[in-house]
């Protein structure tokens, strides 16, 4: 196998560049990165405590608080009592937070589509299919415990 650079050597410059790129366009929309983390991490479905929804993003339940706050207040998400535990909250997407986080996503796209045009479109297919496979592994397999 011929001599490579490790992966993170590989990824966490791109990664950070790819961050970079995405700070100016989620500030015009209104969102820090967290903020759109979490309209991407709530999808469609409701998610049933905020515990799950810091462990799903990999950030601490307590400072995700903040972040909901503040989506709430902007009506981006709506956090509503589970009819069945009166101690958990609902978390969910509003039409809004939809709105915004899909007009970020997309502005978003659009620079990667820009970056990926690099590539030989087989060569492009072949690594966001990789991609999503590596990222789609449990961090514990990962990390190899």
């Given at each position: 196998m011929p001599d490579r650079p490790d992966l993170a050597a590989m990824m966490s410059p791109l990664t950070r560049a790819l961050i970079d790129a995405e700070l100016p366009v989620l500030r015009e929309h209104g969102l820090s990165m967290w903020e759109y983390s979490v309209l991407l991490a709530l999808g469609e479905r409701p998610l049933r405590t905020q515990a799950a929804l810091a462990?799903?993003?990999?950030?601490?339940?307590?400072?995700?608080?903040?972040?909901?706050?503040?989506?709430?207040?902007?009506?981006?998400?709506?956090?509503?009592?589970?009819?069945?535990?009166?101690?958990?909250?609902?978390?969910?997407?509003?039409?809004?937070?939809?709105?915004?986080?899909?007009?970020?996503?997309?502005?978003?796209?659009?620079?990667?589509?820009?970056?990926?045009?690099?590539?030989?479109?087989?060569?492009?297919?072949?690594?966001?299919?990789?991609?999503r496979t590596l990222a789609a592994l449990p961090r514990d397999e990962i990390i190899g415990t």
């Open positions: 462990e799903s993003i990999g950030a601490d339940k307590t400072r995700i608080i903040g972040v909901l706050d503040r989506l709430q207040r902007a009506g981006l998400i709506e956090r509503t009592p589970d009819p069945g535990d009166r101690r958990a909250r609902l978390l969910s997407v509003t039409a809004e937070g939809r709105r915004v986080r899909d007009a970020a996503q997309a502005a978003i796209r659009r620079n990667e589509e820009r970056l990926l045009a690099r590539l030989p479109e087989q060569d492009r297919d072949a690594f966001l299919r990789g991609l």
